[in-house]
């Protein structure tokens, strides 16, 4: 039976709050298990260092990802190494797992234009900031992958609050005309800001506003990553397949809590109770699959620690890195407005060029 | 020698995705009515025959859909020219273009780019309904990023939006409807682009400059000849883009008369005109003989079509203000 055919309201799931298996392990050998373990460990010290860096001044606004790490890594590494994924502001840990560097995405919250430079190979859309307006991208990047007889797949992500909005439904409902190669992922953290998911819709499930687009919808536990790869590798294996016989779009609903802020400039204590961030915190993703791992002989405890290692010290390279990076030449504003730079573009460089250079770039920057 | 056809402004418009669509496999065209029905002024006649459904395609009616589809599709290497049925409509995708449309090179530092060309009918004229007229320019002037061409001729129509499409950045392409069929004009068979950014005189004078665009060329051009048996000179510019602005040009045109009217149907009130006004005062100061004169839309939306022709610049208007700028 395929994984699709399933009522709306019951997600798909492979281990419980406990790391015991409840339902069909994805076929994956243990090293990408580990790499599982691995790369959500990594986002986790990352988030925890990044929030420390925004507190210290250190680093601008940031949006904290802990608690999402399965389903960010669960479904990114689903994905085929030729795939693509188009993201919102918070999917760090995805792009992490498809070879975007921690240098760069912290330095794109440090306000730093080298930021959304994706690393060259690395299929990963620049973060796209307005709510669900990356949506229709992902439906036009795989119509187009389609159109050219290439067998790429676009893993789309977004969150509650961006099934309210227009462009998720004119992206998904034209994904579901055409019948691209995308998959939609829906980050259901139960909060947008701090309005609650119940305010987004009053439909039941998220993933029912698939039946409406004529796609397939399925729920998933989103902080079990075992179940999020298994549903994104069909969900993937079926967009691929054109002579399937299910549409090729897909929409995921990963049901999951952010543990911290909206971001750094967000108080949730203001609309949450800490009582349901303890209830959501037992189903934290890292120690289940930890769990389920060491069960299968997996890892160990030394093994563990390696990987708390080599974490900490991926993490505090990136921030050293980062952080010694130069602020940007000033001309670079005028840079890439253009394939050309246009002659009105060079003027107001030369204005600018005129002031800093007879007063110096200290009447600019703040010390 | 080059084989010519004699063509209206939408017929250029249909020639020019035609030639454009033959050169490159990557150019398709997407929006509503455009496939089977050919559009709905006839921009897309015959092409969904000639290049299947593939590439001239019928979307569902969201504009946001279209023009966010087409950066996706732009950012993967195609050439699209998705159609916003009336400019009117473009409002739903307006986030997609200032957004999106306008950034994706700046904020990737030229790594992800999205060369389309966004069309739409746009401008007053035609006792058309609500909604159907205005003229919204300065919106995506006002927009870095973009490039904005509007063509006022036949010829170059064609030539603009091959030049367009061939882009490295996105143009939106505002197709004057009031002149679609108003003159036909020799145009080339084979294709050729006219450069973007380039403003053309439509006729010398040597006392005063009047720069204009789109529909508004050819009461202005009216109205100079009007002139003429008075013997005021005017010589026209059709600036045929307003994002870049030919600034050389209308700098030099200027100095050679010392006074300069400004023609759009575009309300007044942060319009085009302000624009061509502070660069000749910024640039040419000391060669002005006379305040630069605004004859445009009014601060007012655009009005049922009863009353069009009373918002809308006629000859009469520009007379008007030329010979008040002649006269100062």
């Known amino acids: 039976m395929s994984v699709f055919d399933r009522p709306y309201d019951d997600p798909v799931r492979v281990l419980d709050e406990d790391g015991a298996v409840v339902g069909e392990v994805p076929d994956v050998d243990d090293e990408t298990l580990v790499d599982i373990y691995r790369q959500m460990r990594l986002a986790r010290h990352f988030d925890a260092r990044a929030v420390s860096l925004q507190r210290q001044g250190r680093m601008g606004t940031y949006p904290p990802l802990s608690g999402q790490e399965g389903a960010q890594v669960g479904s990114a590494a689903a994905l085929g190494d030729d795939d693509w994924i188009v993201p919102s502001y918070r999917e760090h840990a995805a792009g992490f797992v498809r070879g975007r560097s921690l240098k760069r995405t912290l330095l794109y919250w440090m306000g730093h234009p080298d930021g959304n430079r994706v690393e060259d190979g690395v299929n990963v859309f620049p973060v796209a900031v307005p709510i669900a307006s ?48 995308t998959v939609f992922f829906c980050n259901n953290n139960q909060w947008a800001i701090s309005v609650p998911r119940a305010r987004q819709t009053r439909s039941a499930t998220l993933a029912q506003k698939a039946e409406a687009y004529g796609i397939d919808g399925v729920q998933v536990d989103g902080m079990d990553p075992l179940a999020v790869y298994r549903v994104t590798e069909a969900a993937v294996e079926k967009a691929r397949d054109p002579e399937a016989d299910r549409p090729r779009p897909t929409l995921i609903e990963a049901i999951q809590y952010r543990f911290g802020a909206h971001t750094t400039a967000d108080d949730p204590t203001v609309y949450r109770d800490d009582d349901e961030v303890e209830r959501w915190r037992e189903k934290d993703p890292i120690p289940r699959l930890e769990a389920y791992l060491r069960s299968e002989g997996v890892l160990d405890e030394e093994r563990v620690a390696e990987v708390e290692s080599a974490v900490e010290s991926r993490v505090a390279d990136a921030i050293a ?47 | 020698m080059t084989e010519t056809q004699n063509l209206t402004l939408v017929q250029a ?33 015959g092409l969904f025959d000639e290049f299947g459904g593939d590439r001239v395609v019928d979307t569902p009616l969201a504009e946001s859909g279209i023009v966010g589809c087409a950066v996706g599709m732009a950012a993967m290497g195609l050439r699209p020219v998705p159609e916003i049925q009336f400019s009117g409509f473009m409002y739903p995708g ?43 320019e300065a919106l995506y002037a006002h927009e870095a990023g973009l490039k904005v061409v509007i063509p006022s001729t036949p010829h170059d129509a064609k030539g603009l939006l091959a030049a367009s499409i061939r882009d490295p950045d996105p143009v939106v392409f505002l197709e004057p409807k009031l002149i679609y069929r108003a003159f036909r004009e020799q145009v080339p068979e084979e294709p050729y682009t006219v450069p973007i950014g380039e403003a053309v005189t439509r006729r010398e004078g040597d006392d005063v400059a009047v720069f204009t665009y789109g529909a508004m060329t050819r009461p202005t051009l009216e109205a100079a000849e009007t002139l003429a048996e008075e013997g ?14 030919d600034r050389e040009a209308i700098v030099e045109a200027f100095e050679a008369t010392g006074r300069a009217v400004v023609v ?18 910024e640039e040419s100061l000391l060669y002005q003989e006379a305040p630069v004169g605004r004859v445009t839309g009014f601060d007012v939306p655009y009005p049922l079509y009863a009353l069009e022709d009373y918002y809308l610049p006629t000859a009469a208007r520009i007379e008007d203000g030329i010979r008040e700028a002649v006269e100062f």
């Open chain 2, 94 to 136: 307006f986030d997609q273009i200032v957004s999106h449309v306008a950034r994706f090179r700046a904020r990737t530092r030229g790594q992800f780019t999205v060369p389309l060309t966004l069309r739409a009918p746009y401008g007053g004229g035609i006792r058309a309904p609500e909604h159907h007229s205005e003229s919204k």
């Open chain 2, 232 to 245: 005021i000179d005017c010589a026209v510019v059709d600036l045929r883009t307003v994002s870049p602005l």
């Open chain 1, 134 to 181: 990356q949506v229709p991208h992902a439906t036009g990047a795989s119509w187009a992958a389609s159109l050219r007889g290439t067998d790429e797949v676009f893993c789309c992500y977004f969150g509650d609050g961006a099934t309210s909005e227009g462009d998720f439904h004119e992206g998904v409902n034209f994904a579901g005309v055409f019948d691209t190669p």
């Open chain 1, 321 to 367: 890195a980062a952080e010694s990076t130069a602020r940007p030449e000033p001309r670079e504003l005028f840079e890439h407005a253009y394939a050309e730079v246009p002659s009105e573009l060079e003027r107001q460089h030369e204005d600018l060029a005129a002031v800093r250079e007879s007063r110096g770039d200290a009447a600019f920057l703040e010390e």
């Open chain 2, 264 to 281: 759009h149907e575009a309300p007044k009130t942060g319009g085009l005109a302000g624009e061509i006004t502070a660069l000749i005062q």
């Open chain 2, 13 to 45: 418009v249909r020639d020019g995705l035609y030639t454009e669509m033959r050169e490159d496999d990557d150019v398709l065209v997407l929006g509503q009515d455009v496939g089977k029905n050919g559009g709905v002024f006839r921009a897309t006649e």
